[in-house]
DNA sequence: TGGTTTTGTGACAGAAACATAACAGTTTTA
DNA sequence: TAAAACTGTTATGTTTCTGTCACAAAACCA
């Protein structure tokens, strides 16, 4: 499973590369954006999982980032934590009214800034974080790399344990072919849609080893969905 | 018990006060001095138990002041982190023995930096932390770098040691080899990454030569796990 | 119903990931 | 200072996994 994107929006060269070198140590990937243009650009190219977004930035303050983020149909769902160097209480209320989901005022402890972008990963990507992902009698633990269903441990291919996290992932939602192939294969790498069938199948298999009934359903024409 | 008290010798005051921050924020003491004279004073008179001193400092050199804390009688046990600006100035300070306990690149991660003032404090401070790691018959003491499986006594060379603590501190979540590399061999020392394949392999043998099933678990496409 | 589209699945060859032994250089120990 | 222990790399063998194809089965539609 590919590690959660964070955007980070933040002028400063030395607060960016101090944020960015730390977030790297705790196994994320970060893209960068230096202003307001960038940082609407690659928030809906470059996929975020979240974004750290300073308020104070030249041209397009943070506010007005924010606030064009979360109106954006393919970025409303992006979380946003704001960083402000200013405590005052007003500047609390108004991130927070513009939609972000968090608020941090500078200087902040890294650990407690680590800790929020995590509460809100939780959320979204629970798989990426090492939690444990559990539908009916079927439990994943993303820590340790296991599967079980019933009690029986399930031994999965790399390719089928991503598989099963997104589905878990999605909570019952359908995933289009497509969209496993950009989760679990990765954006970049071309394999045949039809590979996707192969690799259910093999999911199921595992799945269904000590009996149970199948858990994933076909969506004919659309695509897959567990439960 | 009062919490440890940590010397910080820095003198550039934004680095400092981040440093200062996120110190308290994990519950030490930080005793801040801006130069080599005042980091002198400050050492015997605060009775830190623990000193992140600057390379570069005006005045007195950090590895002026590193050579005289280790040789001054009061201050000889106190535990030494060097923190350097460049991996070059990391050889020289390796190069020259100043007897630093650690040394840290900037820009270090925060958390990492937190987890080798741990290490140094567990030396020094033992009562912080329990000392016995334990995995069903695997026991290994990190006082007395001993390990036993089953009653059996376990030689292990210095890495295998060092890459059976982690995974007993990873508590059965698995390690890729990335992390077992930034943790075992260090951050900034290039090795290749099958070499950790080889030393699993030891580790393996050591632990299984007097019976018992392999207790690593190869995790295909993620890392190693325990149990 | 018959034809058409979509999905399921077994087989397979090639790729990728891993295990292990051997080795040469280095460090530690006695 | 010689011997022993340790380290990182490489080469080779082994296992496991992948993606594709071909054909079978199922679902859909008129």
Known sequence: MSAPVILLVEDEPSQRAVLSYNLKAE???VVEAVDGEEALLLASEAQPDLCLL???????????????????????????IMLSARSEELDKVRGLETGADDYMVKPYSVAELIARVRKELRRTRPAALGEELVYEDILL???????SRAGHNIKLGPTEFRLLACFLEAQGRVLSREQLL??????????????????????RKALMQHGGGDPLRTVRGAGYALG
Do not use: N
């Open 141 to 147: 633990d993303a820590a340790s790399h296991r599967v």
């Open 54 to 80: 300073d308020w104070m930035l030249p041209h397009v303050s943070g506010l007005e980032v924010c606030r064009r983020l979360k109106s954006g149909k393919q970025t409303r769902e992006l979380p946003i």
């Open 27 to 29: 196994g994320f990937d």
């Open 182 to 203: 950009d989760r679990v294969w990765g954006r970049d790498i071309y394999v045949d849609t039809r590979t996707v069938d192969v690799h259910i199948g093999r999911l």
